[in-house]
């Protein structure tokens, strides 16, 4: 593991990018997530801040992500969160066009027949 430094720097790394991907300021994010401004700007600062697990989880929870994710640790490997990083990558197939739909279905069925 990181020491306490490099952690809190990739914590505050992927808050930051996973709020910005979302369009989300620091005020809607804490909103969201349920704490204070002032606290996710100083986790955002990374400067050895690091959230409590509760905090975390709120932040996790508002992001729509796993607290791992955030803390850049391995998915386990029994969570069945590989589906849900699957289809948090690509799950907007069906703004696709049909063709492409089904060229993805007939892809998946037969991958799935092995």
């Not at 952690?7 to 349920?34: C, D, F, P, Y």
């Not at 704490?35 to 801040?49: C, P, Y």
């Not at 640790?73 to 063709?99: H, I, M, Q, T």
């Amino acid at each position: 593991m990181a020491d306490k430094q490099q952690q809190a720097a990739l914590i505050s790394k992927n808050i930051k990018h996973m709020r910005e991907v979302l369009g989300w300021t620091q005020a809607k994010l804490a909103s969201e997530a349920g704490v204070t401004a002032a606290a996710l700007s100083k986790i955002e600062k990374g400067d050895g801040r690091i959230p409590t697990i509760v905090v975390l989880r709120k932040i996790a929870s508002a992001l729509n992500v796993k607290p791992y994710e955030i803390t850049g640790e391995d998915a386990p490997e029994d969570s069945g969160d590989k589906k849900v990083e699957f289809f948090r990558k690509w799950g907007d197939l069906d703004k696709l066009p049909e063709a492409d739909q089904q060229i993805l279905r007939d892809m998946m069925e037969r991958f799935t027949k092995k």
